[in-house]
């Protein structure tokens, strides 16, 4: 079906018309057949048959659903180039590739490309503001080339500077990078905050101490890969606590492996949580927290990390964030012979997550939901050629489980539209893969093809398959099968 609505034109007023809108207010009200208009950079008015000034431009939201844009607290934007390359990485494989081999390799360019291409692609999917955790700025020219590419790509962002070729309290340390802050710090606008990306390894010493100084002194959050398998831990936590460390606004990064003394440490000090579920099932930082977080009332918002496994996608972070919590909920129960009636989690829950919890947690209570004042930050999801559209009759349920990333129909930021029918609005998309095919080839090249290979596909241990005693057809060996013969014979004996 074609879309007969021309793209609306910049600088006129904007009314989505008769959608089922999800303001994801304090009490998250859904209200069915609503309008939401948008003047400026502004939600102007949300509620039935809206009237419009002259001019404003329409948009058939009719079967449709109408949310804030979502939010992702944590996403190495710079490592997008590298789409797919590490599907079947371990986090130790990821930490090799990046930290100890070949993170070096990236060059200005190289981060610009990533970023401009992750950028495009969260705001295609419906998400209007992302936290760039830009741990790859090895120099003040990476830093220059991320933000550009980040100011060329009309969404909202936040550069979380970090450097892991170097320790935190060296690169805070260096008069470049504190002038590059200073001068970011005093040019963030509402369309590019800044924030401070480091972790701390839980050195009794503290040297992280000096960076958090910095942090605190230029006024910027600290965001913070916490409780993460193998590397930071509740000794991070700690010190961060005792030395006066942990603010509101600091942002914990899985926060998986943590025992409830950080998790009560962190719900004191009012800090929230960005989970990452698709990252921490297959790559290992622990068990996805927010069947534990949840109990201690700990602020969640949710992210998705790195396009080097997963994507920019939203939907599937609510998608598998609610699949794992329930999961937990129900093996914690049956470990003890009991049976979960009622789910803690709700759908209402992780759509909350991904809109409002993620501008908690970047004390943006303009951002994160659709109510009169607020930044005009909107999803229209609309497709009426998709049998998957139709009956919308629990629309957080809809959100979570059905819709999809293609099913993002307009998106607006700060009052603008972005995408319409479909489409990103006003982007060469020929011009960004041009940029990123020799990104690619950069680093293929740099690495070798042997090397290159080596990276994206693991080397599996020799895998030792479990004996099955009910496989009589085939034998290994005759100690093996006569071993199978007395299982099954067994079995049959317990049978009769
Ligand atoms: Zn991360």
Redo the contacts with the bound molecule.
Sequence with gaps: MSNPEPTPEAGRPVVLRNGTVLTMDDTCTVLEGADVLVVGDRIAAVGPALEVPEGTQEIDARGGIVMPGMIDT?R?MWQTAMRGYGADWTLTQYFVWYYLEHGRTFRPQDVAAGNRLAALEALEAGVTTTVD?SHGLQSVDHAEAAVEALRSVPGRFVLAYGNIQAAPWEWTADPAVRAFLERHRDAADDMLGLQLAFDVTGDPAFPEQAAFEVARELGLPVTT?AGVWGATNDDGIRLMHEHGFMTPETVY??AATLTPDSYHRIAATGGSISV?TE?EQSAGQGYPPTWQVRRHGIPVSL?M??SVWWSADLFSAMRTTLGADRSREHFEAHLTGETVTHVALRARDVVQWATRGGATALGRDDLGSLQPGRKADVVLLRNDDSPVSFPVLNPFGHVAFQAQRGDVHTVLVDGRVVKHAHKLVGVDLAAVRREVESSVEHLRSSLGEETWAQGMNPDLPDAQMLDNPYQYTEYKSDSTRAAREEVFEEHLATER
């Design positions: 944590h190495h955790w890969h990064v899985h990452s990252s992210s990390d790195t």
